[in-house]
């Protein structure tokens, strides 16, 4: 672990959005956008922030200065779905959801009871989010107890704020990839005991999807929920259309797929559910009146030709939404490549995903669906201290562009459909710099 500097400055260009909305025609007067700013850190936590002038009677001559006059800071990104395990299968050929876990999925997830192997791709993953500014992510392990350690113990060794669970799973997948509802039970309670609010990681309940658990699992999943009401719980729902059926029949006696989980008491606010691509009318007021959380994955959704996600029902309905990569089935770790994704599952519904609104989602938007707004997602003081220091002009092209951005929304728009880990310069977890692009 990196030891803490007492206090750390940093000049430059920041944006954020500075309070959670409920509609996206709000974000642009939550904007703030401050040209030579400036933001003192101690102790992991944002001490102060405001323009470089008034700024100037807070330093001190002990102080470090990182200044990007050329640069623009933003919150780090946040990931609200992403399998670690599945880091070393992006770009599996040919399948949908069933064929593609079966074909590719559960055979790779099969070398983490392994320690050794888990420990060498946790730490590989970890930087990856570094690289590509996600400073906070909601991840799967696998059905191993130790893949869980494997990667807390590599975040923990940055500081990262990860959420993070052993996948439960008792059924329909290879046995050596299987527990039982009581195994998942103590498994899961050891892990939430041993990492649970442990410097600044925080545990997930994570049942793979209902096809995968027995309705005893499921039962034990909401018993352990019940038992720890603060820690999260992490699965997928309503992603592809012959799961859905797959999920009718095995469920008959509940109302449809989100039923399932709510009958075992899963939904709640601090509920994540991955993709909801294809959610029924009930099941989109359950998720509401909940206070249910949605991971939002478009690469994901459009490599395994899932569907397209209705964001703007989503904000009709009032119901929390975050963006997640889904690696492996998601194909890029960087949200720059999520956000280009997003704009064109949108526009192929006729619908508009604006800048600012990009930017929310990837950050403070993203800290609400996990629940943890109050901490993290914007520069307010008394924050986290997690940033991430972007290059807009990475690339030639995208230089020849941004000399020619009209004002920042247009710049950003520019670098959400162009980027990606070129143009993260700088990554700061808890106010130190644990990433610089060389
Ligand atoms: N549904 C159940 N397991 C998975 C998984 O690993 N990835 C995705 N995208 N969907 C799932
Ligand atoms: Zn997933």
Known sequence: MSSVVQKTAIRGRFLDIQNSVSQATQILGQTRYIEDGLLITEQGKIIWFGDWEAGLSQLTDDMRIDHYPDQLIVPGFIDTHIHFPQTEMVGAYGEQLLEWLNTY?????????????????????????????????????????????????????HQMRLIAGKVMMDRHAPEALTDTAESAYTDSKALIEKWH??????????????????????????????????????????????????????????????????????????????????????????????????????????????????????????????????IGAGTAFCHLQTLNEAYKVQQLQGDKLSAMESLYHATLGGAKALHLDDRLGNFNVGKEADFIVLNLKATALQQLRQERAKNIEDALFALFTMGDDRNIQATYIYGQKVYEQV
């Open 105 to 157: 999925t559960f055979p790779t997830e099969i070398q983490f009871a392994d320690k050794n192997y888990a420990d060498k791709i946790a730490q590989f993953f970890v930087h990856e989010l570094l690289k590509n500014g996600t400073t906070t992510a909601l991840v799967f392990c696998t059905v191993h107890p130790q893949s869980v350690d494997a990667l807390f113990e590599a975040a923990e060794r």
């Open 197 to 326: 609010g442990k410097g600044r990681n925080l545990y997930a309940i994570t049942p793979r999807f209902a096809p995968t658990s027995t309705p005893e699992q499921l039962a034990k999943a909401g018993q352990l929920k019940a038992e720890y009401p603060d820690v999260y719980v992490h699965t997928h729902l309503s992603e592809n259309k012959n799961e859905i059926a797959w999920v009718k029949e095995l469920f008959p006696e509940q109302q449809g797929y989100l039923d399932v989980y709510h009958h075992y008491g899963l939904t709640g606010e601090r509920s994540v559910f991955a993709h909801c691509v294809h959610l029924e009318e009930q099941e989109w007021d359950c998720m509401h009146a909940t206070d249910s959380a949605i991971a939002f994955c478009p690469t994901s959704n459009l490599f395994l030709g899932s569907g397209l996600f209705p964001l703007k029902k989503a904000w009709e309905k009032q119901v929390k939404v975050g963006l997640g990569t889904d």
